[in-house]
Nanobody
Framework: QVQLVESGGGLVQAGGSLRLSCAASGRTFRNYHMGWFRQAPGKEREFVAAINWSGGSTLYVDSVKGRFTISRDNAKNTVYLQMNSLKPEDTAVYYC???????????????????WGQGTQVTVSS
């Protein structure tokens, strides 16, 4: 069992930066591949980024490439999402999620993750 708790959300002006954190409980965090997703009001939850257990492989949705960076610190049981050059369209609740198997073709699918956090709100004002 893994419990995930996100933090770091808030209100920021367009062009600003935020760093989200996702703290995991349990000693098996390093076994999990992690993803960040987001859900805007009235929209489906969408994939943002993913990172494999070692941090050696990452994936990003095209809309955040070059602006967001996913990373992890297994010693701290934490995965991060550094978000730069934020835009109003990045406004959403951001969720972290974990799964045991790395498959680049399915890391985008919300249904393929075993554990989810409760989410943290990110609001970008224009």
């Amino acid at each position: 069992q893994v419990q995930l708790v996100e933090s770091g959300g808030g209100l920021v002006q367009a062009g600003g930066s935020l760093r989200l954190s996702c703290a995991a409980s349990g000693r098996t965090f390093r076994n999990y591949h992690m993803g960040w997703f987001r859900q805007a009001p009235g929209k489906e939850r969408e994939f943002v980024a993913a990172i494999n257990w070692s941090g050696g492989s990452t994936l990003y949705v095209d809309s955040v490439k070059g602006r967001f960076t996913i990373s992890r610190d297994n010693a701290k049981n934490t995965v991060y999402l550094q978000m730069n050059s934020l835009k109003p369209e990045d406004t959403a609740v951001y969720y972290c999620a974990g799964r045991l198997f790395w498959d680049r073709s399915t890391m985008y699918h919300t249904g393929s993750y075993d554990y989810w956090g409760q989410g943290t709100q990110v609001t970008v004002s224009s």
